[in-house]
């Protein structure tokens, strides 16, 4: 599989041609929110792709990386063999959801931070009330995306279609004690990384899926060996396994 590199140096898969030229991918439309969002991410843009709301199975938030973009999340869609679902992709403030590390105590990157989340809860409270439920919904993203992903589901604890996220972990200082409240109820959680990723310490994506775990959440971590901070097939395959449980049951 090849790839495209972000202007942070964060790699993400190129779908394969044959993918990239469907309808499925095409075309990329504007996603208008109910309400307008508070902070530095009011007014951003969000977009969407794959099927209408009215006509989906499923839908995936998908909240790009620090550097990234929208059209990163939806080039990374397009590699999923996902034609009844929905992609909805909003774009941060300069192409970052907060300034610092996502280790950094919570209030140093705020108000970023907050606004980062309302953001998700608009896209979240917009697709429900176009019928699709959380619990056909994924969120997923990557490295800084996936971080803001993981934490605003674990916030939001309820049974959601599925959690992931690609080279990211719960957001706070080392020896944080998450206080999480409600459950997340068997959702089935993707934890993917490197073994030497240059921005997620290997301890945090242990200590986020045993969070995730206590909160009720079905977890798969899986560490590669020599990834760096990248998506690869492997990853691809395992996203793709968790949305097709949703499009084939309609539970």
Known sequence: MA?????????????????????????????????????PHAGQPVFASGAPLQDARAAVVLVHGRGGSPWDMLGLSAALHAPDVAFVAP??????????????????????????FDLL????????????????????????????????????????????????????????????DGSLDGTPVVLGCSDHDPHIPESRLHESADALRALGGDVTLTIYPGLGHAVNAGEIAQVDGVISALTENRA
């Open 91 to 116: 774009q941060a403030a300069g192409n970052v959801w907060y300034p610092l590390r996502f280790l950094a105590p919570p209030a140093e990157n705020e108000p970023w931070l907050s606004s980062g």
């Open 121 to 180: 809860r608009t896209c979240v409270e917009t697709i429900e009330r176009h019928g699709v439920p959380r619990r056909r919904m994924v969120l997923l993203g990557f490295s800084q995306g996936g971080c803001l992903a993981l934490h605003f589901g674990a916030t939001h604890a309820a049974r959601w279609g599925g959690l992931i996220g690609l080279s990211a972990g719960l957001i706070g200082p080392p020896g944080v004690p998450w206080t999480f």
């Open 3 to 39: 790839f495209t590199r972000s202007a942070r140096g964060d790699t993400l898969p190129d779908p394969p041609p044959q993918i990239r030229e469907s309808p499925v991918a095409q075309p990329v439309r504007p996603f208008p929110l109910d309400r307008a969002v508070p902070g």
